[in-house]
């Protein structure tokens, strides 16, 4: 049992994960995921039953350097002790980098206003081995520059219907904003070494689910010459998802940051 304090706190938690052993980051009650084991092992330190709010809600084999979550709690565990505790309990693939105590107001998911994703592939005929969990492989010639003159149809407010994976949302809700996203910035860059391999970045305010995984596998399309550049522009503006690429594997998909007030500036 923790040591008890009076008040209610809310407690932030920084994390970095290898998801390649993880069915993605919600509760199952049937398999291994980065919310069940945290929340695991916060009850044991707490003696409490803790409810983890993460920022997103990442899928299968999607990795994370800088996961928020927070969770409330009695306990008095000084910060500190909780992400000694935590990292001494929990896997190699999964840490908590910082601990801190929040605002009662700070919400992990509502209070985020902006996320950046990154997404590593390779175009080579072998994918090197140490490459193989974290970059796709997606063998074949590639037409960078094909490729990058979509990237500016994708910036500012759209409606990424096209992106957007089946289950992503309740489209019979009222209100809300539906699959309206607002994209600050996107890049794709070839990296040095020895095999062609190139790195997507997009920063923007919220995603549908696996929307990045089918930007990336429609970008590969158009790099690959299965697609045109105004084809592309196209899909975006009808919304129809049988248009767009194949979605791309999930071993190459990180979520790199998130900003919240004090940290976000779309300037």
Known sequence: MGEQSVHLRNIRLILSFDGTDYSGWQRQSNARTIQGELEEKLAMMTGEK?????????????????????????SAIACSSFRSGLNSLLADSIKVMQVEEADSSFHSRISARAKIYQYYFTTAAIVPPHRRLYCAHLPGGFDLEAARRCLPYLVGRHDFSCFEAAGSRDKAKIGGRGAWRQIFSVSLTSLAGPEPEYLFEICGDGFLRKMVRNIVGTLIEVGQQRMRVADFAVLLRQGDRSLAGPTAPACGLFLKQIYYDESWSAA
């Open 50 to 74: 803790i409810v983890l709010h993460g920022a997103g809600r990442t899928d299968s084999g999607v990795h994370a350097l800088a996961m928020t979550a927070h969770f409330a709690t009695r």
